[in-house]
């Protein structure tokens, strides 16, 4: 089977909600579920975290990474991590945990080092987002930081089907972009419970037009979370393995962002958050 041919017909199943999730994914599914639930209490919340290891050890260190604790108040458990996150970046953390365990079903190393470079460049725009959207444009940097984290789980789902078609990468970026990334990250989406507002940005980063300046909340009639996360695809030192970068100068972003923040540069901006952006990029990255 030619690779296009081969996209087209996963993109085709998850059109029609046919799609195969690992087991794991379902049990965490649950967990999200459980989050969701308004009358959710947070005994609960820091039970569901604790059953789960991995996930357990990313919430503490997401609430000892600099974003959350500026004051630099180290904390050890669980109980305190969840009480001073909310149940907001818990969410993410199950939505980073969801999409991680796509790769669970590799077994072939070339689809999992692809797999580890997908998502250390999933982490490095999340916490790039988070950063932007406080700094730059006003969006909600809890939105921008879940937006980064799911921006690619149709390209996880890819990575766990490729093994039952051979070839299916070869084509490169392009055949992604063209046949499946909309289709099956909106699929894949969907059946996760993504936000619509979420989901609306998506669309923007699939369309995959960087539109700058980006400018602030206050200027602008419509949400750019969708040119946020495109700008942070484009400033991270990881890129995706599975479509090309747009062909801007980060020389030229610096530029225009200048104008768009009136003070400072992009640089700077970066520079003076540069342990937000690392510490919630390693916290993300707890394997």
Request: aromatic fraction near 6%; charged fraction near 20%.
């Amino acid at each position: 089977m030619q690779n296009i041919d081969a996209f087209r017909q996963i993109a085709s199943e998850a059109s029609r909600g046919e799609l195969n999730f690992p087991t794991n994914v379902n049990t965490s599914l649950q967990i999200q579920s459980a989050l969701d639930d308004p009358d959710c209490h947070v005994d609960r919340a820091v039970k569901l975290v604790s059953a789960e290891p991995l996930l357990a050890a990313r919430v503490v260190a997401i609430a000892n990474s600099a974003a959350y604790n500026p004051g630099g108040r180290e904390i050890t458990n669980v109980n305190a991590a969840v009480s001073r996150l909310g149940f907001r970046p818990l969410r993410s953390l199950v939505m980073a945990m969801i999409v991680r365990q796509f790769a669970s079903m590799l077994s072939e190393p070339a689809l999992r080092i692809k797999a580890a470079q997908l998502w250390e460049h999933c982490a490095q725009v999340a916490a790039i987002s988070h950063v932007l959207s406080k700094r730059i444009t006003g969006e909600d940097p809890e939105t921008a930081f879940f937006s980064g984290i799911v921006h690619e789980v149709g390209g996880f789902y890819l990575l766990s089907r490729a093994s039952q078609f051979p070839d299916l990468l070869d084509g490169g970026g392009e055949d992604w972009r063209a046949y499946g990334e909309r289709t099956i990250g909106r699929a894949v989406m969907k059946k996760l419970s993504v936000p619509d507002s979420v989901l609306l940005s998506m669309e923007d980063v699939w369309f995959g037009a960087l539109v700058l300046p980006l400018v602030p909340k206050a200027d602008s009639a419509n949400s750019q979370m969708g040119n946020t996360i495109l700008l942070a695809k484009q400033l991270t030192s990881t890129p995706s393995p599975l479509a090309p970068r747009a062909g801007v100068s980060t020389q030229g972003l610096h530029a225009t962002i200048d104008f768009a923040c009136g003070t400072g540069t992009l640089q700077s901006v970066l520079e003076e958050s540069a342990d937000d952006v690392h510490s919630l990029t390693s916290a993300l990255l707890i394997s």
